[in-house]
């Protein structure tokens, strides 16, 4: 009898192990791989400047937020929940930011460790900087909330004070001009991102896909207006006095050979001024004179100075604000490829929000052997200002 009873608890233990292994194997064969993602993130202000992000998780519990500046470093401080998109995510709040950090990017990516694999969100870039140049209409639509500008535009000289005390990055305050650079189709070579803001002058290296998803080959980056800049997937741009954006194309440029203008498309917010660059490419040949004009702003937008950029011993150069035309004429005949007229333009009170389009022309000529002046055909640019 007591024979039977061992015989009957063995076999017993033996089938609750069977079944808990087929458990085991048939929960891990079908448990879905957690998803994660960045849903949304934001500049939050009480006593103190923080980014709070929300993650949207699948499948997943215990998930932490990395956040890095310079050295990556873990963070991890989920405070609650919120609703993106009807979706609830988790939040995460950063708050590790010195008042000198203001134009500091910022990265974050969520992740979390199930079953001795490491499960990754894509990485989101931020920072203060870019916060307020979105509310104050410099990389995005303007606010309507004066009281937050003002809060704004004073933080970040705040925040370049601090960094002038602390002796950090001097050459980066927060309350410096910056310009966005963007890609379509292709990244900043330094992060990876599409985007990120520069001062004047710097230089920055944007990379495209050796092909496109149709397998197509890279040919050319053609800027705002529509025009080829560059034939190299791997090009160094330099930044100027205006937002610009650059597109990766993969088909044969349609810009015309010889002599054309070159300028981005501008942004700019009521009340406040836009540089436009405009640059002369593909001149290849000596030059006496230059004369530029500008139609379609009188109506919308007041110019406050036009200007060469460079050092060429130019005899006379000079622009009429009133009328939206300039001469510039050099004492021997050069070549000035490359050459860049600034425009600064100003919307008129009353001026509303909107997309306004203006076209810039360039009439360029020499004198022959003869003394009889020839003008070398330019093509104009059209450009399209947003005002805020």
């Not at 890095?68 to 979706?87: K, L, M, N, P, V």
């Not at 950063?94 to 990516?109: E, G, K, T």
């Not at 004179?289 to 460079?310: L, N, P």
Request: glycine share 8%; hydrophobic share 35%; charged share 20%.
């Amino acid at each position: 009898m007591r024979k039977r009873r061992i015989i009957v608890l063995v076999s017993l233990i033996v089938l609750i192990i069977g079944i808990s292994a087929l458990i085991a194997i048939s929960s891990s064969g079908s448990e879905p791989d957690p998803e994660l993602e960045i849903k949304a993130f934001n500049l939050c202000f009480k006593d103190s400047v923080y980014i709070k992000y929300a993650v949207s998780v699948s499948n997943a519990e215990n998930v932490s937020l990395l956040v890095w500046t310079d050295a990556q470093s873990e963070f991890t401080a989920g405070t609650g929940t919120t609703q993106i998109e009807g979706e609830t995510c988790q939040v995460f709040t950063f708050s590790q930011l010195a008042a000198r950090q203001m134009a500091d990017n910022v990265y974050a990516r969520a992740y979390v460790e199930k079953g001795g694999k490491a499960y990754y969100s894509d990485v989101e870039k931020y920072s203060v900087l870019q916060y307020a140049y979105n509310k104050l209409g410099k990389t995005g639509i303007a606010s309507d909330n004066d009281k937050l500008k003002n809060l704004l535009t004073g933080m970040l000289e705040y925040g370049a004070l601090a960094q002038i005390y602390t002796d950090y990055k001097p050459d980066r305050l927060a309350n410096d001009d910056f310009y966005q650079i963007k890609t379509v189709g292709g990244t900043i070579t330094a992060d990876g991102f599409d985007s990120g803001l520069y001062l004047e002058g710097e230089q920055v290296e944007i990379t495209a896909p050796a092909k496109d998803e149709n397998d197509v080959a890279f040919n050319h980056w053609e800027n705002g207006s529509g025009q080829n800049v560059g034939t190299s997937a791997t090009m160094t741009v330099t930044v100027g006095k205006a937002n610009a954006t650059y597109t990766a194309c993969y088909t044969e440029s349609t810009q015309a050979a010889g002599p054309h203008l070159v300028c981005d498309n501008a942004s700019v917010a009521n009340g406040s001024i836009v540089t436009l660059s405009v640059e002369l490419a593909d001149c290849a040949d000596g030059i006496d004179a230059m004369a530029i004009s500008i139609s379609g702003a009188s109506d919308y937008f007041t110019a406050t100075k036009g200007s060469w950029s460079s050092d060429y011993d130019y005899e006379i150069s000079n622009f009429n604000k009133t009328k939206f035309q300039g001469v510039a004429r050099l004492s021997d005949q050069t070549e000035v490829d490359g050459e860049v007229f600034d425009l600064t333009l100003k919307p008129l009170d009353g001026t509303a929000s909107g997309t306004y389009k203006i076209t810039i022309s360039l009439k360029i000529t020499y004198f022959d052997s003869n003394e009889d002046e020839i003008e070398i055909p330019c093509q104009p640019v059209e450009v399209t200002i947003t005002v805020n």
